[in-house]
């Protein structure tokens, strides 16, 4: 699978460009993706200077992918009623997903310091976890200013808070949930190699 990436990457754009065609709000879909289209040139432009492993970006996909579907709807309005009547919601909890999918983001972020020799694993785990922690706080704290200076309902929806006043500090859990998820990933499949190399 060593073209892996490449092929993620042009499945990828492709569902990009096709979301971007009639996205239900322009202006929201602006500011939505422009933290998508950063993510991924920044993973292009790195590929040959480092390479993560196939899981890493398949995981790192995961928020491309779902980060794409919320700017073409907006957060609020994705089709996702089957889940919220499913599980008796009060509100639509595809952004919330979301933000647990952004913790995943730890995976890489520990494997780049381990593969690179910077630091330990078990201190890696933790900048793993705290960076996402930071990133998390740092957007909530964007949302706010860019509902607050655009206002309007193009800032109520890119603030997708449904009227939930404890919004941005269960969006900020999501994402360290993930990003502990992640970490048990981290650690189960670096065992398993050490259990895998002891026996040989």
Do not use: C
């Amino acid at each position: 699978m060593r073209h892996y990436p490449h092929i993620l990457a042009v499945i990828f754009l492709i569902f990009f460009i096709l979301l971007g065609l009639n996205p239900i709000d322009r202006s929201v879909w602006i500011v939505e993706v422009i933290p998508v289209v950063a993510v991924y040139l920044l993973l292009i432009s790195t590929y040959k200077s480092f390479r993560f492993s196939n899981l890493s970006y398949t995981l790192m996909s995961l928020w491309l992918f779902w980060h794409t579907i919320g700017g073409h709807y907006t957060f609020a309005n994705v089709p996702f009623d089957f889940i919220t009547e499913l599980f008796h919601f009060e509100r639509n909890h595809f952004d919330r997903i979301g933000h647990i999918v952004v913790g995943f983001y730890a995976y890489p972020m520990v494997e780049f310091l381990v593969r690179k020799h910077y630091t330990n694993k078990i201190i890696a785990s933790f900048f793993g976890l705290f960076f996402i922690m930071s990133i998390a706080a740092s957007y909530e704290i964007i949302e706010w200013a860019y509902a607050v200076i655009e206002g309007g309902n193009t800032g109520i929806e890119f603030l997708g808070s449904q009227g939930d006043i404890w919004d941005a500090q269960k969006d900020m859990l999501a994402d360290t949930v993930g990003a502990i998820i992640a970490l048990g990933l981290f650690w189960f499949i670096d065992l398993k190699k050490e259990k895998n190399n002891d026996t040989h």
